[in-house]
């Protein structure tokens, strides 16, 4: 199966434009890169990088443009075709089959070792224990996938490509699930790697693209606004192209509060779908007035901590106590009922409902309130006036109200729900990676609505990934780790690094 | 993508979907050496022709459009209710037992009475697979076919039994049928030498009932909620367990009282085959009347036309009256085929930059020519 | 003693038809469909498996082999609509509940069309008949158990450990686990999902064919409109309580059929209780094994049901 080919001396695409729907993601695109080369690929999220490396992998179809190998023109259908000039990808939701082990992942993309009547897996294990060996990447091949953490699971990817005959590395923002301390050993690695293989990496940490890349490209609306050597530009010129204006994000300077508790957590303990537990005796305060930012690795009990102050997720033992009433166990109209406001970290499917209307959606908690309904008959026409006043308010861009919420651009849904969140008045507001995917002018609009909100006495939980976000919003920052909650300190006190330390487990991290 | 091209699109498509199902039931036609065409202009035509036609045609229509709004309650909440055959069985029976017992009561005590029982017995049958699914994630699909089985061995079981006419078990012929119900519960027949009754008014009201139920009340609003995004509906304070059970027991009600008037309107006493397969002709009404009841009445009629028509074929053109059921079959296949191409907007796009491409290419022939 | 050897003997014939439709609907559901049209399937090879024979014969001695061409042409057909589902979900991405549902009318609704206009009333066809294993047959009880059956009772019961080797152990098979689960990993590996897809619902479709033909020409060696009874419907549960595994499907499949093969016996005993309650018994089964199995989320299909379209992201 493994056609014997010439190495990649040079991969180069032109004119690549690329359409979805009422979204051009890729606006004629060229880009070259040479053997032993490390190009960076760069740009906000949204910026049409992964679908260029989609294209480069035959998963998409170019509407127009060609791509070059040594000169000569290639055309992929498939991904088979990109592995067989020995291109590979890690994209960055792993692509891995949960319930299958790991030597069965790999065996699903190594042809030789298919047999029609037989799966020749010993052939795949003893290709795994080669490329293992010569990368120092130790996998077990015996493993199922879903009992895998994170981190294993990026190496298995590692290995899989490797295992398919890549040369030529694709990693699509490899460090956005890992720990600090995860990424710097990534890093290294992939330097290590650098000196066989050319790798593109798409990031949008410049940290890692000043560490690891020889060039860069910067992608901003479908188009590369920029291409240069890496050393010759500094994080800052970076930045700058790539969200194409000096971008300062409002920032929390106003004093801590002292109005008195909003929001207490005492000794949570909840459980994952999967039946373990996802907070073990977690305990949290949060103020009148406070924005307490959450920082952590996703998966560490975020998602099951917001669930279970909404009452969307059973508490098994353990209070939340908010406003002076133990709300755990309550059901999510009565937390509601309470003044708990909750920005989801699903927007497009839990924070809306997608084919309802928008007017629809700005009432989904309130269908049953004096103001929008005579008990049994809904009013229209105060629902209508609802919706065009908060249209208005929050800046929602559509041509009307009428149009189903699911399809606006996720900026716009962001703001449904915060518009819906925010008008019901609420006393404290949990806010899931309230800004994850939108681009910087709906993100900014968002900081500024929940920092206007905290000086209006509102109590905030902000879960995030980006620590900036975080240390710019906070007052004081919590990271949890493993379902605890591994410490809290002010935002003022929270470095980059104390944050990176905090969040890979490390308790005492003033020793450090 | 300019407005004029998506609907050229949507037409176009609807237009190619009304061709491949004609053109699917046509296969079957041929395998049977029938004669497609006209068979087809006996099935939409000749139940048209006169009176007795267009009223039977209304009177398959009753039963079929109070089953399909019901079966859209139970839509619109989040799940298919297949079992409509067996709920309507039930109603049967309960009314039929109310019957039996007060044969005496005046008829406007007897026949809400009864009919409320038929309501109530098919509300019951409906709860089963709506607790199953809300409580335990039991597919309602498997469970509600289920029950259609068990209702039918029930009935039969009933009607051979405790509800055996009386005169056919001293005749010992064996019909499994009820005695002759009392004429209290008989639905007038308002138009002379006909068969339909005033139940078509009870379906129209029911029709208009539902419409405000789901469109214009928060009682509907939450329902719907809870269908199209049971996540988005549990977080914003829906208890949506309650509202699935509500929603299969309204639906489960409804093909009840399609039962319980059919017996009242067309039937008189409880016989085997009052069901006959309205439960899923119920599912394809509901489909093709676009899940609203503004499109269910005409699609009720429609499908009324299809069976009594398919009826007449067996006769004039020796076409099997199952056929109806093969039509049926495709329709399904092809509403939602349909349904899926229309809302796609990315072959739509891919159709536009064909024809786009294919007219620059048109037009730069010419320009050579 | 004798009525325990009776039942077995009894009930493991009858769990052919299920065992063979499960078989099949395991394949597809492992690939991500749920086909809910196998009851139609199963009429379509139950009528189109007895035409065969009763047109060569009609009434006079049939050659056994036109009974195997009867086979044949169930599978094929099955292999077909198998593929026309396909081209409704998995090309179009139709919802799969209501298009089984639509699967299920028109396999029913076109085998008893075609019924009324070739056969027309109840015929019987001498379809295919026990052949006892040499020597085998002989053993006192097993032999009249396991070895004393129809030719495809055994067809049936080997394919129970093909079905796991093809599964598990064949690259086909690692392919229909992989897009059943998480089918944007295959795709980004190099496997065409919905070709994957569309070949497991033509084995599907294919095996609902052949166990429908096996209920016309082996069991009731006649057809009429309601011989599947419900068994497509049953054969999809039966694939939830054996959790997609093969072997925990045969189980299943056994334990229906005793339950009927049980009312039967009883039937037979003469005792005085309303046969329709028997007849229930299998229905009232599924849904109570519905509701008491334990849902997998690790082990089961995680897309069953949805349909792949690679250019939405999850």
């Given at each position: 199966m493994e056609i014997t080919r010439k190495a990649i001396d040079s991969l180069r695409i032109e004119h690549i434009t690329k359409r979805f729907p009422g979204v051009l993601a890729c606006d004629d695109i060229s880009l070259e890169i040479k053997k032993g080369e490390v190009l960076a690929l760069v740009g906000e999220n949204g910026a049409g990088k992964t679908t260029l490396m989609n294209i480069l992998m035959g998963l998409y179809h170019p509407d127009e443009g060609s791509m070059f190998i040594n000169g000569e023109k290639v055309h992929f259908r498939s991904p088979n075709d990109a592995f067989a000039y020995g291109i590979g990808m890690v994209h960055q939701q792993y692509m891995l089959v949960p319930n299958l082990t790991v030597l069965e992942n790999i065996a699903l993309g190594y042809k030789k070792a298919w047999n029609p009547l037989k799966l020749n897996l010993q052939m795949v294990r003893d290709r795994i224990d080669e490329i293992s060996a010569h990368y120092g990447l130790s996998v077990d091949p015996d493993a199922y996938i879903w009992q895998l953490s994170v981190g294993e699971q990026q190496r298995v990817e590692l290995v899989k490509t490797l295992c398919l005959g890549a040369e030529f590395l694709i990693l699509d923002e490899p460090t956005s699930a890992l720990t600090p301390q995860e990424t710097d050993e990534l890093i290294a690695l992939l330097k290590k790697m650098s000196s066989e293989l050319s790798i593109i990496f798409i990031s949008h940490k410049l940290q890692e693209v000043k560490d690891l890349s020889s060039r860069v490209a910067i992608l901003r609306h479908g188009k590369v606004v920029f291409q240069g050597n890496t050393i010759d530009h500094s994080s800052s010129d970076i930045a700058a192209l790539m969200t194409g204006h000096e971008v300062n994000l409002p920032q929390n300077d106003a004093p801590a509060c002292t109005l008195g508790p909003m929001l207490q957590i005492r000794n949570l303990k909840v459980k994952s779908d999967r039946g373990f537990l996802a907070l073990d005796d977690l305990s949290l305060y949060v103020c009148k007035g406070e924005i307490v930012g959450l920082a952590g690795v996703?998966?560490?009990?975020q998602k099951e901590l917001a669930e279970a102050i909404n009452g969307l997720r059973k508490v098994e033992s353990g209070e939340i106590v908010f406003d002076g009433v133990d709300i755990a166990n309550f059901t999510p109209k009565q937390v509601i009922d309470c003044g708990m406001g909750y920005v989801p970290e699903e927007r497009n499917t839990e924070g809306i409902v997608p084919s309802f209307s928008i007017k629809e959606n700005l009432v989904l908690k309130d269908v049953e309130s004096e103001k929008f309904s005579n008990r049994t008959f809904l009013k229209n026409s105060v629902i209508q006036k609802n919706g065009e006043d908060l249209r208005t308010q929050f800046d929602i861009r559509s041509p009307n109200i009428d149009i189903a919420a699911g399809s606006l651009s996720g900026g716009n849904i962001q703001k449904v729900i915060l518009a819906r969140e925010i008008s019901r008045n609420p006393k404290f507001l949990v806010a899931v990676y309230p800004t994850r995917g939108l681009d910087m002018g709906a993100a900014e609009f968002i900081h500024k609505q929940l920092l206007q909100k905290r000086n209006e006495g509102v109590g905030i939980l902000l879960i995030s990934e980006e620590l900036e976000e975080i240390t710019n919003l906070s007052d004081q920052v919590a990271v949890i780790f493993k379902g605890k909650i591994q410490k809290v300190i002010p935002a003022s006190e929270a470095s980059r690094r104390r944050l990176g330390i905090l969040m890979a487990g490390v308790e005492d991290d003033e020793q450090i | 993508m300019t407005n004029r091209f998506k609907t050229g699109y949507k037409i176009g498509v609807i237009i190619l979907a009304i061709i491949t199902a004609m053109a699917l039931g046509a296969v079957i036609l041929l395998a049977i050496g029938a004669d497609v065409f006209k068979t087809y202009i006996v099935i939409l035509t000749r139940p048209l022709m006169n009176k007795i036609g267009v009223t039977e045609v209304l009177l398959r229509m009753v039963p079929l459009s109070i089953i399909a709004i019901g079966i859209t309650v139970a839509y619109r909440s989040g799940i298919i209710n297949i079992g409509a055959e067996g709920q309507m069985a039930i109603g049967v029976l309960s009314t039929t037992a109310i019957a039996l017992l007060f044969p005496n009561l005046p008829g406007y005590v007897l026949i809400p009475f009864a009919i409320l029982a038929g309501a109530i017995g098919g509300a019951a049958w409906g709860f089963i697979p709506g607790f199953l699914k809300a409580k335990?994630?039991?597919?309602e699909l498997l469970s509600t076919v289920m029950l259609n089985y068990i209702a039918a061995q029930l009935y039969t079981f009933l009607l051979r039994g405790p509800m055996l006419d009386p005169a056919e078990m001293t005749m010992g012929s064996g019909t499994p049928q009820s005695m002759r119900l009392s004429k209290n519960l008989d639905l007038t027949r308002f138009i002379k030498g006909t068969r339909i009754h005033t139940g078509l008014f009870i379906a129209l009201a029911l029709a208009v009932i539902i419409y405000f139920l789901l469109w214009k009340t928060s009682f509907g609003f939450k329902l719907r909620a809870a269908g199209a995004s049971s996540k988005a509906a549990r977080y914003g304070g829906i208890n949506v367990p309650k509202y699935l059970i509500i929603a299969m027991m309204i639906s489960g009600a409804f093909a009840g009282m399609a039962g319980s008037i059919e017996i009242a309107g067309v039937h008189r006493r409880a016989i085997e085959g009052v069901t006959s397969g309205y439960g899923f002709s119920g599912i394809v009404v509901a489909l093709f009347g676009g899940l609203h009841p503004a499109g269910i009445v005409p699609a009720a009629f429609f499908f009324g036309l299809l069976i009594y028509g398919a009826d007449m074929t067996q006769r004039i053109v020796g076409v099997p009256a199952n056929m109806v059921q093969v039509l049926q079959g495709i329709i399904i296949l092809v509403i939602v085929s349909t349904k899926m191409i229309i809302n796609n907007p990315y072959l739509m796009q891919k159709v536009e930059s064909r024809i786009n491409s294919f007219r620059k290419k048109g037009s730069a022939q010419e320009e050579t020519v | 003693m004798t009525f325990v050897i009776n039942i077995l003997s009894l009930g493991i014939p009858f769990s052919v038809a299920l065992l063979i439709a499960s078989l099949g609907e395991m394949f597809n559901q492992r690939a991500g469909i749920f086909n809910l049209g196998c009851e139609g399937m199963m009429a379509m090879g139950a009528f189109l498996g007895m035409l065969v024979p009763y047109l060569v014969g009609q009434g006079s001695y049939v050659p056994g082999y036109y009974n195997y061409l009867g086979l044949l042409l169930a599978l094929a057909v099955g292999a077909l609509l198998g593929l026309v589902f396909g081209v409704v979900v998995v090309t179009f991405r139709a919802p799969q509940g209501i298009a089984g549902i639509g699967m299920q009318m028109f396999g029913v609704g076109t085998a008893g069309t075609l019924f009324r206009h070739f056969i027309g009333g109840t015929q019987s066809v001498p379809g295919i008949n026990v052949a006892p294993i040499p020597l085998l047959s002989?053993?006192?009880?097993l032999g009249v158990l396991f070895f004393n059956h129809n030719p495809l009772v055994y067809v049936a019961f080997l394919m129970v450990p093909s079905a796991w080797y093809l599964l598990f152990k064949t690259p086909w098979g690692l392919k229909v686990r992989a897009v059943g689960t998480h089918p944007r990993a295959a795709d980004s590996i190099g496997i065409d999902v919905n070709k994957v897809r569309f070949q497991a619902l033509m084995v599907g479709g294919a095996l609902a064919g052949l166990a429908g033909a096996y209920l016309s020409l082996?069991?009731?060696k006649m057809f009429s409109d309601?011989?599947?009874?419900?068994r497509g419907f049953i054969a999809v549960a039966l694939v939830y309580f054996g959790h997609w595994h093969p072997v925990k499907i045969m189980g299943g499949a056994l334990l229906f059929t005793l339950a009927q093969a049980l009312q039967l016996a009883i039937q037979g005993l003469g005792i005085d209780f309303p046969y329709e309650f028997l007849v229930m018994l299998p229905y009232v089964m599924v849904i109570i094994v519905l509701a008491f199995s334990r849902k997998s989320q690790i082990t089961g299909p995680a897309a069953l049901g949805k349909p792949f379209n690679r250019e939405i992201r999850a």
């Amino acid at each position: 199966m493994e056609i014997t080919r010439k190495a990649i001396d040079s991969l180069r695409i032109e004119h690549i434009t690329k359409r979805f729907p009422g979204v051009l993601a890729c606006d004629d695109i060229s880009l070259e890169i040479k053997k032993g080369e490390v190009l960076a690929l760069v740009g906000e999220n949204g910026a049409g990088k992964t679908t260029l490396m989609n294209i480069l992998m035959g998963l998409y179809h170019p509407d127009e443009g060609s791509m070059f190998i040594n000169g000569e023109k290639v055309h992929f259908r498939s991904p088979n075709d990109a592995f067989a000039y020995g291109i590979g990808m890690v994209h960055q939701q792993y692509m891995l089959v949960p319930n299958l082990t790991v030597l069965e992942n790999i065996a699903l993309g190594y042809k030789k070792a298919w047999n029609p009547l037989k799966l020749n897996l010993q052939m795949v294990r003893d290709r795994i224990d080669e490329i293992s060996a010569h990368y120092g990447l130790s996998v077990d091949p015996d493993a199922y996938i879903w009992q895998l953490s994170v981190g294993e699971q990026q190496r298995v990817e590692l290995v899989k490509t490797l295992c398919l005959g890549a040369e030529f590395l694709i990693l699509d923002e490899p460090t956005s699930a890992l720990t600090p301390q995860e990424t710097d050993e990534l890093i290294a690695l992939l330097k290590k790697m650098s000196s066989e293989l050319s790798i593109i990496f798409i990031s949008h940490k410049l940290q890692e693209v000043k560490d690891l890349s020889s060039r860069v490209a910067i992608l901003r609306h479908g188009k590369v606004v920029f291409q240069g050597n890496t050393i010759d530009h500094s994080s800052s010129d970076i930045a700058a192209l790539m969200t194409g204006h000096e971008v300062n994000l409002p920032q929390n300077d106003a004093p801590a509060c002292t109005l008195g508790p909003m929001l207490q957590i005492r000794n949570l303990k909840v459980k994952s779908d999967r039946g373990f537990l996802a907070l073990d005796d977690l305990s949290l305060y949060v103020c009148k007035g406070e924005i307490v930012g959450l920082a952590g690795v996703s998966g560490n009990g975020q998602k099951e901590l917001a669930e279970a102050i909404n009452g969307l997720r059973k508490v098994e033992s353990g209070e939340i106590v908010f406003d002076g009433v133990d709300i755990a166990n309550f059901t999510p109209k009565q937390v509601i009922d309470c003044g708990m406001g909750y920005v989801p970290e699903e927007r497009n499917t839990e924070g809306i409902v997608p084919s309802f209307s928008i007017k629809e959606n700005l009432v989904l908690k309130d269908v049953e309130s004096e103001k929008f309904s005579n008990r049994t008959f809904l009013k229209n026409s105060v629902i209508q006036k609802n919706g065009e006043d908060l249209r208005t308010q929050f800046d929602i861009r559509s041509p009307n109200i009428d149009i189903a919420a699911g399809s606006l651009s996720g900026g716009n849904i962001q703001k449904v729900i915060l518009a819906r969140e925010i008008s019901r008045n609420p006393k404290f507001l949990v806010a899931v990676y309230p800004t994850r995917g939108l681009d910087m002018g709906a993100a900014e609009f968002i900081h500024k609505q929940l920092l206007q909100k905290r000086n209006e006495g509102v109590g905030i939980l902000l879960i995030s990934e980006e620590l900036e976000e975080i240390t710019n919003l906070s007052d004081q920052v919590a990271v949890i780790f493993k379902g605890k909650i591994q410490k809290v300190i002010p935002a003022s006190e929270a470095s980059r690094r104390r944050l990176g330390i905090l969040m890979a487990g490390v308790e005492d991290d003033e020793q450090i | 993508m300019t407005n004029r091209f998506k609907t050229g699109y949507k037409i176009g498509v609807i237009i190619l979907a009304i061709i491949t199902a004609m053109a699917l039931g046509a296969v079957i036609l041929l395998a049977i050496g029938a004669d497609v065409f006209k068979t087809y202009i006996v099935i939409l035509t000749r139940p048209l022709m006169n009176k007795i036609g267009v009223t039977e045609v209304l009177l398959r229509m009753v039963p079929l459009s109070i089953i399909a709004i019901g079966i859209t309650v139970a839509y619109r909440s989040g799940i298919i209710n297949i079992g409509a055959e067996g709920q309507m069985a039930i109603g049967v029976l309960s009314t039929t037992a109310i019957a039996l017992l007060f044969p005496n009561l005046p008829g406007y005590v007897l026949i809400p009475f009864a009919i409320l029982a038929g309501a109530i017995g098919g509300a019951a049958w409906g709860f089963i697979p709506g607790f199953l699914k809300a409580k335990l994630q039991v597919s309602e699909l498997l469970s509600t076919v289920m029950l259609n089985y068990i209702a039918a061995q029930l009935y039969t079981f009933l009607l051979r039994g405790p509800m055996l006419d009386p005169a056919e078990m001293t005749m010992g012929s064996g019909t499994p049928q009820s005695m002759r119900l009392s004429k209290n519960l008989d639905l007038t027949r308002f138009i002379k030498g006909t068969r339909i009754h005033t139940g078509l008014f009870i379906a129209l009201a029911l029709a208009v009932i539902i419409y405000f139920l789901l469109w214009k009340t928060s009682f509907g609003f939450k329902l719907r909620a809870a269908g199209a995004s049971s996540k988005a509906a549990r977080y914003g304070g829906i208890n949506v367990p309650k509202y699935l059970i509500i929603a299969m027991m309204i639906s489960g009600a409804f093909a009840g009282m399609a039962g319980s008037i059919e017996i009242a309107g067309v039937h008189r006493r409880a016989i085997e085959g009052v069901t006959s397969g309205y439960g899923f002709s119920g599912i394809v009404v509901a489909l093709f009347g676009g899940l609203h009841p503004a499109g269910i009445v005409p699609a009720a009629f429609f499908f009324g036309l299809l069976i009594y028509g398919a009826d007449m074929t067996q006769r004039i053109v020796g076409v099997p009256a199952n056929m109806v059921q093969v039509l049926q079959g495709i329709i399904i296949l092809v509403i939602v085929s349909t349904k899926m191409i229309i809302n796609n907007p990315y072959l739509m796009q891919k159709v536009e930059s064909r024809i786009n491409s294919f007219r620059k290419k048109g037009s730069a022939q010419e320009e050579t020519v | 003693m004798t009525f325990v050897i009776n039942i077995l003997s009894l009930g493991i014939p009858f769990s052919v038809a299920l065992l063979i439709a499960s078989l099949g609907e395991m394949f597809n559901q492992r690939a991500g469909i749920f086909n809910l049209g196998c009851e139609g399937m199963m009429a379509m090879g139950a009528f189109l498996g007895m035409l065969v024979p009763y047109l060569v014969g009609q009434g006079s001695y049939v050659p056994g082999y036109y009974n195997y061409l009867g086979l044949l042409l169930a599978l094929a057909v099955g292999a077909l609509l198998g593929l026309v589902f396909g081209v409704v979900v998995v090309t179009f991405r139709a919802p799969q509940g209501i298009a089984g549902i639509g699967m299920q009318m028109f396999g029913v609704g076109t085998a008893g069309t075609l019924f009324r206009h070739f056969i027309g009333g109840t015929q019987s066809v001498p379809g295919i008949n026990v052949a006892p294993i040499p020597l085998l047959s002989d053993i006192p009880v097993l032999g009249v158990l396991f070895f004393n059956h129809n030719p495809l009772v055994y067809v049936a019961f080997l394919m129970v450990p093909s079905a796991w080797y093809l599964l598990f152990k064949t690259p086909w098979g690692l392919k229909v686990r992989a897009v059943g689960t998480h089918p944007r990993a295959a795709d980004s590996i190099g496997i065409d999902v919905n070709k994957v897809r569309f070949q497991a619902l033509m084995v599907g479709g294919a095996l609902a064919g052949l166990a429908g033909a096996y209920l016309s020409l082996c069991q009731a060696k006649m057809f009429s409109d309601g011989i599947i009874a419900g068994r497509g419907f049953i054969a999809v549960a039966l694939v939830y309580f054996g959790h997609w595994h093969p072997v925990k499907i045969m189980g299943g499949a056994l334990l229906f059929t005793l339950a009927q093969a049980l009312q039967l016996a009883i039937q037979g005993l003469g005792i005085d209780f309303p046969y329709e309650f028997l007849v229930m018994l299998p229905y009232v089964m599924v849904i109570i094994v519905l509701a008491f199995s334990r849902k997998s989320q690790i082990t089961g299909p995680a897309a069953l049901g949805k349909p792949f379209n690679r250019e939405i992201r999850a």
